[in-house]
């Protein structure tokens, strides 16, 4: 009982010392986190319709009225900043998660069978070989513009990296001892697979999947600045900026502010992304003690 009690005591001032020790997580936890919640209260926090235009209003500097001016049709560049955050939420976080899964079960498969790892490490290989955003670009060049198709495009550019890490750790793990134990106990492939590979997996993963998220932002931003990306009547950051570009000089807040969101954004997932693998691996984590 009393070592019970001592443990329930100590277990909260580690937790203190651990965020302590790794202040990059908390700070790029606030900032994502904040970004998040305007994306999703958009509606409330937009002034104006993100879309209505309003030509005798066109290029206003910043005001009370228009917290962050006006563009060249006369939209409220603050709405459209707020429901910009939408489009790279969504993407980065659905391009995260959907590239770590398929890359996951893709790269498990290929550390495990030779014959797959062949066929599909080659493939990946070939994929890899072409820079991520010319692939993007490629992909969309065949299909229509819209948010669904950019999110497509950045996970089929983002997958072999995850498979290549994946594979790396399952033929790393393969081999160890504790694998061979399990296996020489009966315990079967999907058993050894779940309960031994997968879990020392998640660490790595996690880290990889937070700098997949900010390039995705990235990505979209690019996408959308040449045209490629989402249609140009959804307000997202990379329109926003290639809209006022040729403007800038004039009015260089139609650039500034949504270049602005963009990089906290990316920098809070890079900080988040610091964080945790200095958190997580306990090679840092016994040396930062």
Request: proline share 6%; glycine share 8%; aromatic share 6%.
């Amino acid at each position: 009982m009393t070592t019970a009690l001592a443990l329930e005591e100590d277990t909260p001032p580690r937790r203190r010392a651990a965020w302590r020790r790794h202040p990059t997580v908390a700070i790029g936890l606030i900032i994502l986190a904040a970004v998040c919640v305007m994306a999703i209260v958009a509606p409330w926090l937009a002034t104006l319709d993100p879309t209505a235009l309003s030509p005798a209003k066109r290029l206003r500097p910043p005001s009370p009225e228009f917290w962050f001016g006006t563009d060249m049709m006369g939209r409220d560049v603050w709405s459209r900043t707020v429901y910009g955050a939408r489009v790279s939420v969504i993407t980065g976080l659905s391009v995260a998660a959907l590239a770590t899964t398929i890359g996951l079960v893709l790269g498990l498969l290929a550390g495990f069978d030779r014959t797959v790892d062949a066929v599909l490490m080659r493939i990946m290989d070939g994929l890899m070989a072409i820079p991520a955003i010319l692939l993007a670009i490629a992909l969309m060049a065949l299909t229509r513009a819209s948010l669904g198709n950019v999110i497509i495009a950045i996970v089929i550019a983002e997958v072999p990296r995850v498979v290549r890490l994946a594979r790396g750790i399952v033929l790393t793990l393969r081999d160890a001892t504790f694998v061979e134990a399990a296996t020489a106990s009966g315990t079967g492939f999907f058993g050894v697979l779940f309960r031994h590979i997968l879990p020392n997996a998640v660490a790595p993963l996690v880290v990889q999947s937070t700098y997949i998220a900010a390039s995705a932002m990235i990505t979209e931003a690019i996408l959308s600045f040449i045209g490629a990306g989402v249609p140009s009547s959804t307000p997202s950051w990379g329109n926003m900026m290639a809209e006022g570009r040729t403007v800038f000089q004039v009015a260089p807040q139609l650039v500034l502010f949504p270049g602005l969101c963009l990089s906290a954004t990316v920098l809070a997932i890079n900080m988040l992304g610091d964080g945790l693998r200095d958190m997580l691996d306990p090679r840092l984590a016994r040396r930062v003690k």
